[in-house]
């Protein structure tokens, strides 16, 4: 069965082509590289045994996007990973934002419409949900205003896909609300590679940890939490590669019962910064340069998954553990530097 994951040779879409792989699906990846690099397929090749067929693409192009599909009938499922993911630039450039990531959403819509059949996965975020006023956060959780125009292409990317199956039989599709991903393959041959200094807390730790970065600074230990410090439930990266895929399996066997669902992807743990830092300075024996600054706009205080709906009806949890996900982004780092 052929699956066209975009955004493929990124950070979580290139996890889930491995697992992809693993059970036996055919995958074509499409990539504009504007995030990503083509040495990631030799990883994802040296991890399976198989790389996957390749197309460098701009999903903005609708005509390139009709013509990958013309010549791709028997694709039988999407899994839309390609996005930009910067929260501040998003800020700073929205159109930008709105065009990549909505645009592109409509025109694969558009044409898996076409081939008459469509099993489609979408990355979505934790983001949609704000502040949210009960923890742990259930799907029924209400979505808040968007903080910035990445989390509202989050959004509005939810609606399309929802009223678009509303009308479209055909059409099945799951969002998948990640909470924080973080780790690398425990291979450490793919992984995370962030572009210049890393905005996320879990790249920051292990580039000040090898001393590419002189400090952590830790945003906020005023927060109402037991230890000052906000809380983000954090997942090891294969185990939300493997939600992917049972997600897809759900629709693929038609066991989905809505034609739009959304699945809150976490471990239904919360840590807070202060706690994922001992961690890694457990899993790595590495004592960390890290000071308190102010709190960094924007920012939720907390934000953990309940699980219960994806462990219920995906049959899926999450088994790896805080160090365990630390462990290999501290791998990953030290492999990537070699
Ligand atoms: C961020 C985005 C979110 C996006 C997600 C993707 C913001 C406000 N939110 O989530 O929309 O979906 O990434 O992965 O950018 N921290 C520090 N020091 C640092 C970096 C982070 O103390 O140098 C803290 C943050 O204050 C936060 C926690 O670490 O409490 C996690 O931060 P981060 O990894 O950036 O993730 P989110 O902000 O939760």
């Not at 990531?101 to 081939?115: A, G, I, P």
């Not at 959004?155 to 009308?167: P, S």
């Not at 039989?169 to 995370?192: D, M």
Request: proline fraction near 4%; glycine fraction near 8%; include cysteine.
């Amino acid at each position: 069965m052929k699956i066209l994951v975009t955004g493929g040779l990124g950070f979580i879409g290139s996890h889930v082509v491995v697992e992809l792989q693993n059970e036996g699906y055919e995958v074509v990846i499409i990539d504009d590289l504007s995030n990503s690099s083509l040495d990631v397929l030799e990883g994802i090749e040296e991890i399976t045994g198989k790389q996957p067929h390749f197309e460098k693409l701009d999903l903005r192009d609708r005509n390139l996007v009709q013509e990958f599909f013309r010549e791709h009938t028997d694709i039988e499922g999407i899994i839309h990973f390609a996005a930009s993911k910067a929260v501040g630039e998003s800020v700073e450039n929205p159109l930008l934002y709105y065009e990549n990531n909505l645009n592109t959403l409509v025109y694969l819509l558009q044409e898996q419409l076409k081939l008459g059949k469509g099993n489609f996965i979408f990355s979505s975020s934790c983001t949609v949900y704000g502040q949210a006023d009960e923890m742990p956060i259930t799907e029924k959780a209400s979505v808040k205003p968007a903080e910035s125009p990445y989390g509202n292409t989050k959004q509005i990317g939810e609606e399309i896909i929802k009223d678009t199956c509303k009308v479209n039989a055909t059409l099945k599709a799951i969002a998948l609300r990640y909470f924080n991903p973080i780790g690398a393959h425990p291979s450490a041959k793919i992984g995370e590679l962030p572009i210049g200094v890393p905005q996320n807390l879990v790249p920051f730790i292990t580039q000040t940890a090898l001393g590419i970065r002189e400090q952590l600074s830790v945003f906020g230990d005023d927060y109402p939490t037991p230890d000052g410090t906000c809380i983000r439930d954090y997942i090891h990266v294969v185990d939300l590669a493997k939600a992917h895929v049972v997600a897809l399996k759900r629709l693929v066997h038609r066991q989905n019962k809505k034609n739009y669902e959304v699945f809150n992807i976490g471990t239904g743990k919360g840590s807070s910064v202060l706690e994922v830092i001992k961690a890694f300075e457990r899993v790595s024996g590495k004592p960390l340069n890290y000071r308190i600054v102010g709190r960094r706009e924007g920012d939720v205080i907390t934000a953990f998954a309940s699980t219960k709906k994806a462990n219920k009806k995906l049959g899926w949890k999450a088994e790896s553990s805080l160090e365990e996900a630390l462990k290999s982004a501290w791998d990953w780092e030290n492999a990537m530097r070699k």
